[in-house]
């Protein structure tokens, strides 16, 4: 998406004609124009040339951002923190003070002197023409202070495509026309002697009303800029932090140069209490660093030799020595602005309401207001009083509420996201998250940690905890297996020295031997220590129901005799089982989706308290499960962005969870910067607070309007006797468009994480959910790898014997290395059976597949 920079625009018809006007550009697919930001993104093959020339035949100005035609006519280059910086206040703050200091004068000639009498020098109290003529000039003065909304109110006028600056010019200038009407007879009455006329002129003066809704329209606009700017505080707090400068190393002297300056692979320092200037990785040194303006996450993250750093995030303690990985718009602080600015850039679905009301809105309010001047003329009123109901209706209406109705509340839910390290890539994704009536959940990385950890330590009778633990970690030190690694990192915590083990040998299939002081030491699976050693019914039991909880049992022994048990498995993450008890209180039916067998993803889905458990199935089996679930509603896929692609893109809305520092995987439309599951729920929690605040802006805006105009066109005069001078018109559509956006403010006080006021989603016609099964193995889901597009009848089977497995990873390295043939459409591979169920969709040799397997270090046995 390229990124422009539009000027001229003041309301949502100004966006929407831009908009109409690109969308005709030949090569451009799809083109999002921004009133909030003043910024349009656009898609396809168009040049810029000619995306700029539709931009100005339309009555604008556009420039691509980062150019220097960009900067020239915005006088600022939009990069880093300049990309929100708040340009609008202070030029109108300075057009306010200019207007109010004139206007105030104005008021005291004409209201003051005319209402309440005050005192006036004699020049001016006893000759009305030349007190008219004072007021004539004080208005004239504002109305060139204000000269921006004649010039782009006639300028849109005559291109076509009038705006609010259109209604306010008109308003004014009819006024002010009036007024100098008025005046000029006044002079001819007084040539004449006729005093009384004089008088008459004088009370037909509008030069106050004129001034005062220029004035008024630009207390709105300044306040509305101001809220505005604080819809992004938490971008540009998080830019406050990135430093300027970076300390390189240069022929081993420590250089300080700007950050504009560091490159790819350059070594910088980073020291105590400094801000890390660019990703990198650290070379040397360990430091606490403060991850909270990129993950929201207050506790700092230990980091050592071999970690990555990011930009913008601080270093707490130790001296750091780090190569940079990433510079300049690679950064994750450059990401996370640049996916900020696109979804700004971007149109909820929702917003097409307001775009389709604002096009058609000006002509039609400056034809009430036209049929407004007819009507009260021909109903016998004076030109001044039907005149006045005119200018009302053209002052009163409010298509700038309308325009920001929606992208307030996108901007203020963004950056509410951001800051609690939840990123939405587009306005979309922010809209339809809490539309969501299904949530399915990779189960490796999502729901657990991704990596086996030791769960349960049983010594046999007689034996200690720590003799169980050295004689298991100074076998498992010299296995590659990952089961071994979740032992050792174990007793590396339980400050256990590992022994040297002599005679070491690995068993495939089995498990592994060595000596140790003289003592014959085996760990393995209960098949193979149950040959080296009687295990006990007790022992033998509590194995079993380990096994039943999703775990992997793993038995030791010293000269034939059981020396204890090890369970290890991929245990959840902390937040895991919090977060879907939080999504079920939404009303949202939670699918575990896991290439692992069904015992395992049984235990862990009854861990999780999910919903449904769909097993077995492969990442294209994943996106046909996806398929599948949608047929009963809408679909979140929540993975790790990588092996979950297919599915995450499939699904309604995908959410990349364990991303770590890269942000950018195109998969998702959702990325959780802080790994944790409770972000999914706060991200719908979100994600229906900003539809709400949305419907609440567009409410306000059209109620505004439909109540304002009439009234402002004189209907309930005959009734009631309302009457609605222009001024009191000003001064409401200028509290208009500052009531919408500072609703829209509102967001940032949500506490996304706060689950007390959480509630079903009602939607009528939606579809339930009541018939998905509580869990589902995939023999009974084959229906949903539809993928294959081949019938069952038509597939050929095998069965393959294998030994050596001993838990679900081994199990993961068979299926892999099975499927790996374009001929097997899906291997289904259990350790517990010790079997491999193959599926083929061709011709293969069975020595090539019993060669594949048994190069993963696994013994075949038969192959049927």
């Not at 306010?168 to 009036?178: E, I, K, Q, R, S």
């Not at 990011?310 to 510079?327: D, E, I, P």
């Not at 520092?661 to 998969?667: G, P, V, Y």
């Not at 998702?668 to 944790?676: E, F, N, Q, Y």
């Amino acid at each position: 998406m390229e990124q422009y920079t539009v000027t001229g625009m003041s309301c949502a018809a100004c966006s929407t004609r831009v908009e109409k006007a690109v969308s005709k550009v030949p090569g451009v697919s799809s083109c999002a124009v921004s009133l909030l930001t003043n910024s349009m993104g656009v898609e396809g093959t168009a040049s810029e040339q000619d995306i700029v020339k539709a931009v100005a035949e339309a009555g604008y100005g556009a420039a691509r951002k980062g150019t220097a035609s960009e900067k020239g006519q915005t006088g600022q280059s939009f990069s880093g923190e300049e990309l929100l910086k708040d340009r609008e206040t202070p030029l109108l703050k300075q057009r306010l003070l200019a207007s109010l200091g004139f206007l105030l004068i104005l008021m005291y000639l004409s209201m003051g002197h005319m209402m309440w009498n005050w005192p006036l020098p004699a020049v001016l109290a006893e000759n009305h023409v030349a007190a008219g003529l004072m007021q004539l000039l004080l208005t004239v003065i504002i109305m060139v202070i204000n000269q921006k909304f004649f010039i782009s109110g006639f300028k849109s006028l005559l291109h076509k495509s009038p705006n609010m600056d259109t209604l306010v010019a008109l308003g004014a200038t009819a006024a002010f026309g009036y007024s100098t009407w008025a005046l000029f007879a006044m002079t001819a009455a007084q040539q004449k002697g006729d005093m009384a006329g004089v008088m008459a002129y004088m009370h037909e003066f509008y030069f106050e009303s004129a001034a005062m809704i220029l004035t008024l329209i630009t207390v709105g606009k300044m306040l509305e800029a101001r809220s505005k700017g604080k819809t992004t505080d938490a971008l540009k707090s998080l830019m406050k932090l990135a430093p300027k400068t970076a300390t390189i190393l240069l022929d081993g002297k420590e250089t300080e140069v700007s950050i504009e300056q560091v490159k790819k692979g350059d070594i910088f320092v980073v020291r105590p209490g400094e801000n890390i200037p660019v990703d990198g990785i650290i070379l040397e040194g360990s430091s606490a660093v403060n991850e909270a303006a990129l993950t929201g996450e207050s506790i700092p993250c230990d980091k050592t030799a071999g970690d990555s750093v990011s930009a913008a995030t601080s270093n707490q303690s130790g001296f750091l020595k780090c190569q940079a990985s990433r510079v300049g718009e690679d950064t994750t602080l450059s990401q996370i602005i640049q996916m900020v600015s696109d979804a700004a850039a971007t149109k909820a679905p929702i917003a097409k309401i307001a775009d389709n009301v604002s096009y058609i809105f000006v002509p039609t309010v400056i034809g009430i207001s036209l049929l407004t001047l007819l009507v009260w003329l021909l109903t016998g009123e004076s030109l001044g009083f039907a005149l006045a109901r005119s200018i009302s209706v053209l002052v009163i209406s409010c298509p700038c509420a309308l325009g920001l109705a929606t992208p307030v509340a996108i901007m203020a839910g963004s950056g509410m996201g951001a800051k609690n390290g939840i990123m939405f890539k587009t306005a979309v994704s922010l809209e339809e998250t809490g539309k969501m009536e299904i949530v399915a959940l990779d189960k490796t990385g999502t729901i657990t940690n991704g990596e086996p950890k030791v769960t349960d330590l049983i010594p046999a009778r007689g034996i200690s905890e720590h003799e169980l633990l050295t004689a298991a970690c100074g076998l498992e030190q010299k296995s590659e297996h990952p089961l071994a690694r979740a032992v050792l990192e174990y007793g590396k915590e339980q400050n256990i020295q590992a022994p040297e083990i002599s005679d070491f040998q690995a068993l495939p299939g089995n498990g592994l031997s060595g000596t140790w002081n003289e003592d014959f030491i085996c760990g393995g699976n209960y098949s193979f220590i149950s040959s080296q050693a009687e295990i006990p019914d007790t022992l033998k039991q509590q194995s079993e129901e380990l096994a039943e909880s999703g775990k992997t049992p793993l038995f030791f022994t010293g000269n034939g005799r059981i020396i204890g048990m090890i369970a290890v498995a991929d245990v959840m993450k902390e937040d895991s089982a919090q977060a879907i008890r939080e999504l079920k209180n939404m009303g949202i039916h939670v699918v575990m989706l896991t290439g692992d067998n069904q015992r395992t993803a049984q235990a862990i889905g009854r861990q999780a308290g999910v919903d449904e458990v769909i097993a077995g199935v492969l990442p294209d089996g994943k996106e046909a499960a996806i398929r599948s679930l949608q047929k009963k509603g809408k679909v979140a896929m929540v993975g790790d962005g990588i092996n979950d692609a297919p599915a995450l893109t499939r699904a309604d809305m995908g959410i990349a969870i364990g991303a770590g520092t890269d942000i950018a995987i195109d998969a998702a439309d959702i990325v959780l910067m802080k790994s944790r599951l409770r972000d999914v729920p706060a991200a719908i929690r979100l994600s229906r607070a900003t539809l709400k605040n949305i419907r609440e802006n567009l409410f306000w805006a059209f109620i505004y309007n439909i109540i304002g105009i009439p009234l402002a066109a004189g209907i309930w005069i005959p009734v009631f006797g309302w009457q609605l001078n222009p001024m009191f018109g000003a001064a409401a559509m200028s509290l208009s468009s500052f009531c919408v956006v500072t609703n829209a403010l509102r967001l940032n006080m949500l506490r996304i994480h706060d689950s007390r006021k959480d509630r079903p989603l009602r939607k009528k016609g939606s579809k339930k959910s009541e018939n998905h099964t509580p869990v589902t193995d995939l023999k009974e889901t084959e229906h949903l790898n539809t993928t294959r597009n081949i019938k069952e009848e038509q597939n050929m089977e095998k069965t393959m014997k294998i030994e050596g497995m001993m838990c679900g990873h081994c199990e993961a390295a068979v299926k892999k290395c099975l499927e790996a043939f374009p001929e097997v459409s899906e291997a289904k591979v259990s350790h517990e059976s010790g079997t491999a169920v193959i599926i083929l969709t061709g011709t293969v040799s069975d020595e090539a597949l019993i060669k594949a397997v048994e190069e993963k270090d696994y013994k075949v046995i038969s192959l049927q």
